[in-house]
């Protein structure tokens, strides 16, 4: 990657991180909305997927993905399998 690529954000986003609760598997997955950040989240177990889309807008893409799996979390510890269907 280039010097410039580096300064300035070239390149390819780094890929959302999983994380493991209870069972289920949630990826951070926010929506840039111009220089905001929507909180969003994909959640799975057993091959099935809900995605998840918050009206939350944060500041920074960090805070929004810390802030999508908190969201998850709770959604998971409020519905379990629910969430599916």
Do not use: C, V, W
Request: hydrophobic residues 35%; aromatic residues 8%; proline residues 5%.
């Amino acid at each position: 990657m280039s010097l410039f690529s580096k300064l300035f954000g070239g390149g390819a986003a780094p890929e959302p991180e999983t994380t493991s609760y209870e069972g289920f598997t949630i990826t951070p997955n926010p929506a840039r909305e111009g220089s905001r950040f929507r909180i969003g989240a994909t959640i799975e177990k057993e091959g099935k997927t809900h995605h998840l889309i918050r009206a939350d807008m944060l500041e920074s893409l960090d805070e929004a993905n810390e802030a999508s799996i908190r969201k998850a979390k709770q959604m998971i510890d409020e519905q379990g399998m629910r969430l599916f269907g």
